[in-house]
């Protein structure tokens, strides 16, 4: 069974994949960022494992079909982030905190990173037509009503 600690490595390992990410440490915790927008902050304490993620599609169910989440404190709960507690015996599900991860890493990055991530960018499109300066034109000619 692993522990905590390396629980909390693969999940510095999973959030480190995503494109433009990096690792910071505010208030002495692992903090994951995309272009400096935080999507995961996991710590490992003598209490257990914390994970914090922003969901903002499964949310709700996150936080009725498991009793090791809550909503985040300091107001955050309220913009969908929720946060996951692990005891030190406890076994945490790797694949649904990578499923997590994933969502927030969507919800917080901009959405060219994400574009890209799934290989959207690069396709050719038609170039746009090139502006022509404006150039002052004659009034035009009224058209003559035909007569009724």
Do not use: C
């Amino acid at each position: 069974m692993a522990t905590l600690k390396q629980i909390l490595e693969k999940l510095r390992t999973f959030a480190l994949r995503y494109p433009e990410t990096h690792e910071d440490h505010p208030w002495g915790e692992n903090v994951f960022k995309v272009r400096g927008k935080i999507f995961v902050i996991a710590n490992v304490t003598k209490e257990g494992l914390h994970v914090t993620v922003k969901l903002p599609r499964s949310r709700e169910f996150a936080l009725e079909m498991h009793s090791f989440t809550k909503p985040t404190g300091y107001g955050l709960g309220k913009s969908g982030w929720i946060t996951a507690e692990f005891a030190p015996k406890d076994k945490p599900p790797l694949d649904i905190l990578e499923a997590w991860i994933d969502e927030s890493f969507r919800a917080v990055a901009p959405k060219k990173v994400v574009a890209a991530m799934e290989g959207n960018v690069g396709t050719v499109s038609a170039p746009r037509p090139v502006a022509k300066k404006s150039v002052a034109k004659k009034p035009a000619a009224r058209k003559q009503r035909k007569a009724r």
